[in-house]
Structures are given as structure tokens and as C-alpha cells.
């Protein structure tokens, strides 16, 4: 089955978080805060179609996007980030609050005001052949060539050797970090290899959304959970950056969703563990959730996905 007609790709996944480091076998490029996304592009058909991880449609949510078939040369499949540009950075609440939108009308109010983007870092079949085995390097020659350049749809820079200094921009930016790649790699799909590597000065972490307990001055704290095979375990709390709206639609049930709670949670409103959430937090060795912030609610991905592993 040719790949683009399938349009079922599950993209190559990125390594757990190291230390910045140099190296003249590797590029670097910007992390987005974005939404990870395959654009499947034909010119002559005249179509444009975004799928996430989970291979669900997003051209619904940005339909500002609909014509970025007119910016590449040739029929192709593009591995980028969907991003929202706020105040010169990416933002990812904005996006994921127009992700989780289902009404057409405040979806095109949204996108008048805070246009989506896609930027593309690699390309993965051209005029009907695959490039997932050409490396890298050469990847990104045939992506630069293959697109025209707009605010709609861009191209992501890279640097060689220097990821140490591109981290250290990237921090001071407040952008959420660098991915180092070797530049011969051969694109994997659906695989996590050592290929690919994240420097964050910030990690972050997908949790079940298990329920909430409204505190003080309307301050609301999420109960996490994570999965542990099939048995979703308590994972702690987050509070700041929670907002109550946010919580309040979502469905309640009677009790906790755990087979144990730990003591406190007698006043807790249960919910039932549909929703994943990303917090952000400062990495530690105790392996605990640090300095912790509610960064949004995702769609990408299912509850199940959520297993317990130490702490990066």
C-alpha cells in the first residue's frame, strides 16, 4: 500500500531528555511547543490533510491551513509541529484550547486572531517514493527544495555540531528546548531510538486527569494519575496554571478512580480518567514532580499511554 494513500503514518518518536552536548555528527534544531503533525500535501489534487499521533484529523481545528498544498513543488508527506505564535513564541494552551474546540464558529474566531502555523522538519516521500531510508542530511535538502516558504508553512533550521550554544539560546528565548539528531539517521516509524534526543531546561510529563479538589480562594489543585500496566496509580497534584472552567465540563463519577488513594482527598471531585494532561517541572533525582505547572489538556493521545516510569 503506498504511504500516502494509507495516510496511516505514526511518526518517529524522540529519546528521553540528556544534558545539552556538542558534536560534529549531529544537527541541532529549536524544539516547538507545538502539536507533533504529518501533512500528507498533493498539488495536483488540491489537498491538504494534518494528522496527529493518534492519526486523528486536524485540519478541522486549523482551517486556515487548508491551502498550504500550493507551498510545496510536489506531492509529499511532511513530519513537523502545528504551532500558535502569541507574543513571538509558540503557545501551546492556545493550541491545544483550539484542539479541544469542536464549534466551527469560535474555532474561526480563533484562527482570525492566532493563526496556526506548520513548521516542517523532515520529509518522508516525494513524487510517490519513500525517503525514510536516505539519512538525514539529505532528508533536509530535498524538504528545503520541496517547500515554498510562507507564514502559513516553514522550514525548521538546524545547526551542526554546536548544541550546547543553541541550548543555551533557546533557554534564554524561554522556548522549551532543542532536539540533537545524527545527521545520517534514518527516519523509524512509531520507533524510539537513540537516533533522536531532547535537551529541555524544563521537562514535562503526560498524566491522567483524574479528578480536583477546589481549595482557598478558588484555587483548584488536578489529582494525576498514571498507568502501571492496566492499574491507573495516584501520581500527586498540580496546581498552578489550573483553571476551574476548564475542569468543570468534564464527567464526574461517584469515586475515586483508584484502587488506592492516599489520606486528603475526602473533599476530591472524581472524574472519569478520559483526559490526558502535560505538566511541566524542574527535573530532580527523588524522582518527584517539582516545582510542577499545569501546561494543558492534549487530545493526541490515549489514558493508556500514560505509564509510570522514573522521572527524567
Not at 21 to 40: Q, S, V
Not at 104 to 122: G, L, Q, R, T
Not at 183 to 190: A, E, N, T, V
Not at 240 to 261: C, N, W
Amino acid at each position: 500500500m503506498d504511504i500516502f494513500e494509507e495516510k496511516n503514518i505514526k511518526p518517529m518518536l524522540i529519546s528521553e531528555m540528556t544534558e545539552p552536548f556538542n558534536d560534529p555528527d549531529w544537527i541541532y534544531e529549536l524544539k516547538l511547543d507545538g502539536i507533533r503533525c504529518i501533512a500528507y500535501l498533493d498539488t495536483q489534487a488540491k489537498d491538504t490533510e494534518l494528522r496527529n499521533k493518534r492519526n486523528l484529523r486536524l485540519l478541522p481545528k486549523v482551517p486556515e491551513l487548508t491551502d498550504i498544498y500550493q507551498n510545496i513543488k510536489e506531492r509529499c508527506i511532511l513530519d513537523g509541529e502545528l504551532i500558535i505564535l502569541k507574543n513571538g513564541v509558540p503557545d501551546f494552551f492556545e493550541l491545544q484550547r483550539r484542539a479541544l474546540t469542536s464549534n466551527p464558529f469560535k474555532i474561526k474566531i480563533s484562527s482570525d486572531k492566532y493563526p496556526a502555523s506548520f513548521v516542517a522538519y523532515d520529509i518522508l516521500y516525494l513524487k510517490n517514493k519513500s525517503l525514510i531510508d536516505h539519512p538525514l542530511l539529505e532528508r533536509k535538502n530535498i524538504l528545503s527544495d520541496t517547500v515554498l516558504e510562507s507564514p502559513k508553512l516553514a522550514v525548521s533550521r538546524y545547526i551542526p555540531e554546536k548544541g550546547i550554544e543553541l541550548f543555551e539560546v533557546a533557554k534564554a528565548r524561554k522556548l522549551e528546548g532543542v532536539i540533537a539528531k545524527k545527521s545520517m539517521s534514518k527516519y523509524y516509524f512509531d520507533k524510539r531510538t537513540k537516533d533522536w534526543i531532547k535537551f529541555k531546561f524544563l521537562a514535562d510529563k503526560d498524566f491522567v486527569v483524574c479528578g480536583y479538589i477546589v481549595k482557598e480562594k478558588g484555587i483548584t489543585s488536578i489529582v494525576l494519575g498514571g498507568y502501571q500496566g492496566s492499574e491507573l496509580i495516584y501520581q500527586g497534584h498540580v496546581t498552578f496554571g489550573v483553571r476551574h472552567g476548564d475542569l468543570k465540563k468534564l464527567e464526574t463519577i461517584a469515586s475515586s478512580p483508584f484502587d488506592i488513594t492516599p489520606p486528603g482527598h475526602e473533599d476530591a471531585i472524581w472524574l472519569k480518567p478520559v483526559l490526558v494532561c502535560v505538566v511541566n517541572y524542574m527535573p530532580n533525582e527523588k524522582g518527584m514532580l517539582r516545582q510542577p505547572v499545569f501546561k494543558g489538556f492534549r487530545d493526541d493521545m490515549e489514558p493508556i499511554e500514560c505509564q509510570i516510569h522514573p522521572l527524567d
